[in-house]
């Protein structure tokens, strides 16, 4: 079991000192929150590092957010990816959402706990956010063919970017049928090529220009 951001530093060698003590900070945050209010399975809080923030910062592998932009995480849960993004991107404005709100209270104190002052967490459904961004995150919430009427005007028209606005959303296992129902021209990147470990044979960042 992992308890340090060692498995992170593994793959991203040029974190400062401060972005090292919040990923070692995010066990102890996490585990104390969780046994209150149940946002990670009791039997994945020990795989914290692997599961849930690495998993988050293969978003980063494939795209290098810039200062300045915006990016919202839909349906963030605890606050992946969009905790672990914000400790990499500290530049960038993460606005994190979900539809419960005792999970945004975890996010909430979590990034008060690390002393982020680029995320905004709201209680809210993404079709309720009144807002444009470069880019939409987010964890295997639903299917494509339902997540993308939620996000699709949320969209900055300008990209600043070496990639174009659109969607980075992390998703495991057979996904080419889920593709063609969307009917969206999605592009797969396999998490193996970045990461070693079993759990990302599977897993993928699915990309989607708007």
């Known amino acids: 079991m992992e308890i340090s951001s060692t498995l992170i530093q593994k ?6 000192a401060d972005q090292i003590s919040k ?19 009791r039997k994945d ?36 990816p969009g905790i672990p993004l914000a400790i990499l991107f500290p530049e960038t404005e993460f606005h994190l959402v979900d539809s419960i709100g005792k999970k945004i209270k975890v996010v909430t104190e979590v990034a008060a706990a690390l002393g982020l ?4 967490a709201s209680h809210l459904r ?38 174009a ?12 049928e889920e593709i063609k129902e969307s009917r969206l021209k999605a592009e797969l990147y396999p998490l193996a090529a970045y990461f070693e470990e079993d759990f990302f044979e599977t897993k993928f960042v699915v990309y989607i220009p708007c």
């Not at 606005?165 to 080419?176: M, Q, S, V």
């Open 11 to 16: 793959y991203f060698k040029d974190l400062s």
């Open 23 to 41: 990923f070692d900070q995010l066990f102890d945050l996490y585990s104390f929150w969780n046994a209150q209010i149940n946002v990670i399975s």
């Open 45 to 80: 809080i020990e795989e914290l590092y692997e599961r849930h923030i690495l998993h988050s910062l293969g978003i980063a592998k494939f795209c290098t957010f810039k200062p300045g932009e915006k990016v919202l995480d839909v349906g963030t849960g605890g606050g992946f």
């Open 117 to 120: 002052k680029n995320v905004k």
């Open 126 to 163: 993404a079709e309720q956010v009144d807002d444009k961004y470069d880019f939409v995150v987010s964890r295997a919430v639903t299917r494509l063919i339902d997540f993308y009427p939620w996000i699709k005007d949320k969209f900055n028209k300008n990209s600043k970017n070496a990639i």
């Open 165 to 176: 606005n659109g969607i980075l959303y992390l998703k495991g296992g057979e996904l080419e």
